[in-house]
């Protein structure tokens, strides 16, 4: 499934991208929703994409020690600036909207607490500044792997043993990476049935990553680009897991 190789079919794109609702949580939480909802919404938002604001924080602030707390500063600061109903699927894709909102609250808390950089361990490593291809390509990666966060998720909710078989396959979190002969010893099937379910765990993993990609964007066009983007990140990330 690598892009480069086999781009995605505008076919199979459009044949998942389903009902025009692939906006709905981000506008529920923006406030569009009865109250009780809203909340909950906003809740399932801050899960979804915690992990990728953290990173992404962790290394534009430097890895300064109080890092968790600005993570809870920056969610509360997407709430209270009232910055979610801005947030518009004509004018691009979400990533690219909740990105430039970290860089943004992290470019006011670096010029608020300008001896952050002049410490020893906060200064950034050569290549990694923000902007640079290098930081745009993690700031990629992370949001990648925030979307196979939530799509394995799923998967051990919805198909346990073969979600945790190909995870341990290929040494995805939470578990480490095992030998297919030390599995097929451990849970007693032979290496055919242990292919079998990988196979199909891997199948129904890459259906859930397109649809977690499908609820960020609002057009085919964008759909397209953002499961070539993902798919090449974590193709790089995980080889084997997302390969045909």
Not at 147 to 164: F, I, M, S, T
Request: hydrophobic share 40%; proline share 8%.
């Amino acid at each position: 499934m690598d892009p480069k190789r086999n781009p995605p079919n505008p076919e199979t794109v459009s044949a998942v991208w389903g009902p025009p609702t692939s906006w709905s949580l981000i506008r529920q939480a923006a406030g569009n929703a009865a109250e009780d909802r809203t909340q909950l919404a906003w809740e399932e938002l801050v899960d979804r994409y915690r992990a990728p604001a953290e990173k992404s924080l962790r290394r534009m602030i430097r890895n300064h020690p109080d890092t968790e707390e600005i993570v809870h500063d920056f969610f509360a600061y997407l709430y209270e600036k009232r910055l979610l109903p801005k947030a518009d699927p004509k004018l691009g894709k979400f990533r690219c909207f909740i990105q430039g909102v970290i860089r943004n609250f992290a470019r006011q808390r670096l010029r608020a607490n300008r001896s952050w950089s002049h410490a020893g361990e906060n200064v950034p490593e050569p290549g990694v500044l923000p902007g640079s291809p290098e930081f745009e390509r993690l700031e990629e990666l992370e949001w990648a792997n925030g979307v196979l966060h939530n799509a394995v998720g799923r998967l051990l909710k919805a198909q346990p043993r073969d979600a945790e078989l190909l995870l341990r396959c290929y040494g995805v979190a939470p578990f480490p990476e095992t030998p297919r002969q030390a599995l097929c010893q451990e849970t007693g099937l032979t290496m055919n049935a242990l292919n079998v379910a990988v196979h199909r765990a891997r199948e129904r993993l890459r259906t859930l990553v397109i649809d977690e990609i499908r609820q960020t964007v609002a057009t085919a066009g964008d759909m397209e680009e953002e499961v070539q983007l993902v798919c090449e990140r974590l193709i790089g990330a995980h080889p084997g897991l997302m390969d045909d």
